[in-house]
């Protein structure tokens, strides 16, 4: 089955701990997203990746941090700088980052509260 | 600033009826548009792509248009189901690499 997997489905952050949220595609996608859902509001770009060992900061980047060493995978830390993560976050991707808009395919989902 | 504006925040409708969802972006030089549905909890679930060539696409019983010269697209859903109850988000890029905002979406709830 293609399509976009995120792990962990819940996650539980301490105060002053850093956490990482594991994002994995086997679409062969050359870009991927990182955007934070809040209750009742629409979707904010954290950071995005058009090609592997680059990536862009988004809206909303302080806090947070990302590496993009394999195609397959977008990783994303939230760092102790980051004053309120309690959040659901998704991770997305699509065929061409540069070229063309190309539909962007979503995985399930983390929600990250603090505890 | 471009911004998405989704109206209504949230819509409730018995089973059977037509509705139609709309999304209007603050900059009518929306490059193309993305309708995507989503449950309670779940990530989003991708259901129409309008290309900039495009002026509609359709999928079973959903239609959506995109109407660049008004800044406007709608997502029409035909006889409605329960099932059809969920999230519906719009969201597109305003050239063909940039970043694309989204809407915040109507809630829609259908009455069996």
């Known amino acids: 089955d293609g399509g976009i997997t995120q792990s962990p489905k819940y996650l539980f952050r301490k105060e002053g701990q850093n956490v990482t949220l594991s994002c994995e595609q086997n679409?062969?996608?050359?870009?991927m997203y990182w955007y934070r859902q809040d209750p009742g509001q629409g979707l904010r770009l954290i950071y995005y990746?058009?090609?592997?060992?680059?990536?862009q900061k988004g809206d909303i980047a302080e806090g947070y941090s990302v590496s993009r060493e394999k195609k397959e995978s977008f990783p994303l830390t939230v760092t102790s700088a980051q004053k309120n993560p309690t959040a659901f976050y998704l991770c997305?991707?699509?065929?061409?980052?540069?070229?063309?808009?190309?539909?962007?395919?979503f995985g399930p989902g983390t929600r990250l509260t603090v505890l | 600033k471009q911004e998405v504006t989704q109206i209504p925040a949230a819509l409730s409708v018995p089973e059977g009826e037509n509705l139609v969802l709309n999304c209007s972006f603050t900059?009518?030089?929306?490059?193309?548009l993305q309708w995507f549905r989503q449950d309670p909890g779940k990530g989003l679930t991708s259901l129409l792509l309008i290309q900039s060539s495009q002026r509609e696409q359709t999928s079973g019983r959903l239609n959506a248009s995109l109407d660049k010269s008004s800044g406007r697209s709608t997502l029409y859903i035909a006889a409605s189901q329960p099932g059809d109850s969920a999230t519906y988000l719009c969201a597109g890029p305003y050239s063909s690499a940039s970043k694309i905002i989204f809407g915040s979406g109507t809630r829609l709830s259908i009455r069996p």
């Open positions: 990746s058009q090609i592997v060992n680059d990536f």
């Open positions: 679409l062969n996608h050359d870009a």
């Open positions: 997305a991707s699509s065929m061409a980052g540069t070229s063309s808009y190309n539909e962007q395919f």
């Open positions: 900059d009518s030089a929306i490059y193309n």
